[in-house]
C-alpha cells in the first residue's frame, strides 16, 4: 500500500498543478487602490467605471491589462495588432452593480462622473437613450479628440 502512495503522489500533484493555471478567459480580481491604468498610470479606486483588457498570445499564457476607466482601455487597445482577435476580451464594470460585464455586448450611458471623464456607464440591458459600443468606441475617440490632452476635462 505505502509504495502505491508513492505512485499516486506525483499524479495528484500533476493535475492540481494543471487545475491552478491561467484560465485564459474572463476579467481578474482587481486590487482596488492598489492596481494600476496601464494608460494613464492612475490608482484604479471606481468599481464601477473600470476596464480590462485579455489578449491571448499564441503558445503563452494570457496577459491582462487593468484600466481605470473604458476610454483609457478603447484608446490603448486601438493601438494593438491583436484589437481585433478574436482571443482579445474586454471587459468593463457594470455602472450600477460593479460586475464585470463584456464590453462589447454593453450598452452604454452617457452623462457618467467616470475616473478620466469619458463619461459613460456600461449596463447589461438596452435603456431609451442607451448606445451601443461601436457608438461608444465612437464618443471616446470624438471627447479625446476635442480636449487633445488626455483627462483634459
Given amino acids: ?76 487597445l486601438e493601438k494593438k495588432a491583436w484589437k481585433d482577435d478574436p482571443t482579445t476580451e474586454l471587459w468593463v464594470n457594470d455602472y450600477k452593480t460593479g460586475s464585470w460585464i463584456d464590453a462589447r455586448k454593453a450598452s452604454y450611458i452617457t452623462g457618467q462622473q467616470t475616473p478620466m471623464q469619458y463619461g459613460l456607464g456600461a449596463q447589461v440591458e438596452t435603456s431609451e437613450g442607451s448606445i451601443n459600443f461601436q457608438a461608444a468606441h465612437d464618443h471616446i475617440f470624438k471627447v479625446e479628440n476635442y480636449y487633445k490632452q488626455h483627462g483634459a476635462r
Avoid at 495528484?12 to 494543471?18: D, F, G, N
Avoid at 487602490?33 to 494570457?62: I, W
Wanted: charge should be negative.
Fill in 1 to 76: 500500500m505505502k509504495n502505491r502512495l508513492y505512485l499516486i503522489w506525483p499524479l495528484i500533484l500533476l493535475l492540481l498543478s494543471a487545475c491552478s493555471g491561467d484560465p485564459g478567459t474572463g476579467a481578474i480580481t482587481v486590487e482596488w487602490q492598489h492596481d494600476h491604468c496601464k494608460r494613464c498610470n492612475m490608482l484604479l479606486g471606481d468599481e464601477f467605471h473600470a476596464a480590462q483588457v485579455r489578449y491571448k498570445p499564441a503558445n503563452a499564457p494570457s496577459e491582462v491589462y487593468l484600466f481605470d476607466d473604458i476610454g483609457c482601455a478603447v484608446i490603448w
